[in-house]
Structures are given as structure tokens and as C-alpha cells.
């Protein structure tokens, strides 16, 4: 602005004019507790903060000896998983390791332990959801308990879903 501009504006130099305090007038409206409520909600949504965060979810799904048949109990686990999965924002891993028991030679277990595997990798592809990684252990992991094998637990799979989910805070 230019100093001749100041004239237009009723006043005679750049300087602030003089401030006088008064007091507003006070405004008193009835509102509603439910508007207050409606409100209330409306501000605290505006607050709120969506946070990122990781979270895993992993299982041990047991097979019976020489099988890789899923149990009704595996199904329902797996369904589980695919229920985490579909609810989170996004799908950061799904990772699947087969293990078999001792009894065999190398190369049947670690076909064995490939087998589950496959089935698993099946059942969540069935319901949409990409395995990023699996692999066979055959029998380099077994479950030792007191100095014996469990045969039963060391055949397994295990399941192990990374997903990344909102949260508000």
C-alpha cells in the first residue's frame, strides 16, 4: 500500500490505530442435550488420531502321521486367519513352514512336511489370500519333551499372518 492509500482507509499513517476494549454482548442459546450430545461426538471424531500399526497372528496346525488332510479344528483356524486378514487395512505377510516327525528317511519328511504346506496354502487361496513365503522343515525341528520327540507335535505347520491395521486413538 502506498502512503496516500492510508487517507481511504480513514486514517492518517501505517500505524495501528488506537484499540479500545469493549464487551461483546452476551449471546444465550437453549440447545438440546441431544444437540450437545451430536456435538460432543463431532468434535472428539475430529480429534481422533488413526494410528498404523503391525500386528502378527501365527498357529501350529497339527497333522496326523503320513497325512496332510486338514482337521475340522485346521479349518476353523484358517478361517480365523482369513477373517484377520479380510478386517485389516493391509496384508504385510502370510508365511507357511511344514515340519515331520523323525520317523522316515530325509527325503520322506521333507516331502511330508511339504504336503501340509500345500494344503494350507490351498485353503487360503481358496478365500483369496496369497501365501508370500513357505518353505518344508521335514524333520530338522522336532519337539523335544524330557528328552523324547513328541512325534505328534513335531508334525506341523505353522501359519503366520502379518497385517497392518488402523487403529483410532
Known amino acids: 500500500?502506498?502512503?496516500?492509500?492510508?487517507?481511504?482507509?480513514?486514517r492518517n499513517s501505517c500505524h495501528a490505530p488506537e484499540v479500545v476494549e469493549e464487551m461483546a454482548p452476551a449471546v444465550v442459546e437453549d440447545v438440546k442435550p441431544e444437540k450437545i450430545e451430536e456435538m460432543v461426538e463431532i468434535i472428539e471424531l475430529a480429534a481422533a488420531v488413526a494410528v498404523l500399526s503391525v500386528e502378527n497372528h501365527e498357529t501350529s496346525?497339527?497333522?496326523g502321521t503320513d497325512s496332510s488332510a486338514l482337521s475340522v479344528k485346521a479349518n476353523s483356524i484358517l478361517n480365523k486367519f482369513v477373517e484377520?486378514?479380510?478386517g485389516?487395512?493391509?496384508l504385510l505377510a502370510v508365511q507357511v513352514v511344514g515340519h515331520a516327525d523323525t520317523r522316515g528317511d530325509a527325503d520322506y519328511n521333507l516331502k511330508l512336511s511339504q504336503q501340509p504346506v500345500t494344503a494350507i496354502i490351498e485353503h487360503?487361496?481358496?478365500s483369496g489370500i496369497k501365501t508370500t513365503s513357505s518353505f518344508a522343515q521335514s524333520e530338522a525341528r522336532p519337539v523335544m519333551e524330557n528328552g523324547k520327540e513328541n512325534l505328534?507335535?513335531?508334525r506341523t505347520a505353522e501359519a503366520l499372518i502379518k497385517t497392518q491395521v488402523k487403529t483410532i486413538n
Open 1 to 10: 500500500m502506498r502512503a496516500v492509500d492510508f487517507a481511504n482507509l480513514g
Open 61 to 63: 496346525i497339527y497333522f
Open 88 to 90: 485389516a487395512e493391509q
Open 152 to 154: 505328534a507335535a513335531s
Open 124 to 126: 487360503l487361496a481358496a
Open 84 to 86: 484377520v486378514s479380510q
